[in-house]
């Protein structure tokens, strides 16, 4: 037994993929295809279990409507919308026409294109331009690190009572300890933004890149 989470090593991790049951043929598809296509930018992509998790927190919660704001070549939007329901929306955001056209490929190759809107320009934009009030029960952000402190401000009360808000590369690497980059600075400084913050329970979990889990009150 550990009080603490132990370190992963590869066969490990394979180990940990192989009970993931989000993680399919179509999954591994895209993983693959990302790599080979884009080796400079692929740490981009979330880690299979990120997706995994994602996938499972939209069923837990029940979200009929969900935000993802860094949406990449598509897999953790790949998770999202899998895990809809029948009617359900995702409201992807990003800033690459070319990188989400290999997610729109695996959208419609999973039968989910027509549950998810892409909007494509600056996220901050993007968010600022929706209509003010409750709109969204799931929503993962992912984009540009220095952007985090304003996302949050947009994002949070367009979260329902009882929403979900998921931050991914919370702890840069570890570089959130002692940041000498102005990424890392922010990212640190939006740490401790997220658990001041009277609106929501949150809680930090050391998967992947370091993700935070928030619920809005």
């Known amino acids: 037994m550990t009080t603490r989470t132990i370190a992963l090593t590869d066969a490990l991790l394979d180990y940990v993929a192989a009970f993931d049951s989000a993680r399919d043929a179509l999954t591994v598809e895209l993983i693959e295809e990302t790599r080979a296509a884009l080796p400079e930018e692929y740490d981009l992509q979330v880690s ?28 953790s939007s790949l998770a999202i919308a899998r895990a809809l329901p029948a009617g359900g929306r995702l409201v992807c955001c990003d800033v690459s026409a070319e990188w989400t056209a290999v997610a729109r490929r695996y ?54 009572a009882g929403g979900v808000i998921v931050v991914d590369n919370v702890l840069r690497g570890g570089r959130v300890l002692e940041p000498v980059d102005e990424p890392s600075r922010i990212v640190a400084e939006f ?13 930090m979990l050391p998967v992947a890149d370091g993700i935070t889990i928030a619920r809005v009150r």
């Open 48 to 75: 299979s279990e990120e997706a995994g998790l994602l996938a499972l927190l939209t069923r837990i919660t029940g979200a009929r409507d969900a935000l993802e704001i860094g949406t990449f070549t598509g897999l």
């Open 107 to 160: 959208w419609d190759r999973a039968g989910v294109g027509p549950r998810v809107e892409l909007r494509l320009g600056p996220a901050a934009g993007t968010l600022a331009a929706m209509p003010a009030g409750p709109a969204f029960d799931l929503a993962f952000i992912d984009a540009d690190k220095v952007s985090y402190p304003r996302y949050w401000a947009e994002v949070v009360p367009r979260m329902r």
């Open 191 to 203: 740490n401790r933004q997220v658990l001041a913050d009277p609106r929501v329970d949150s809680v």
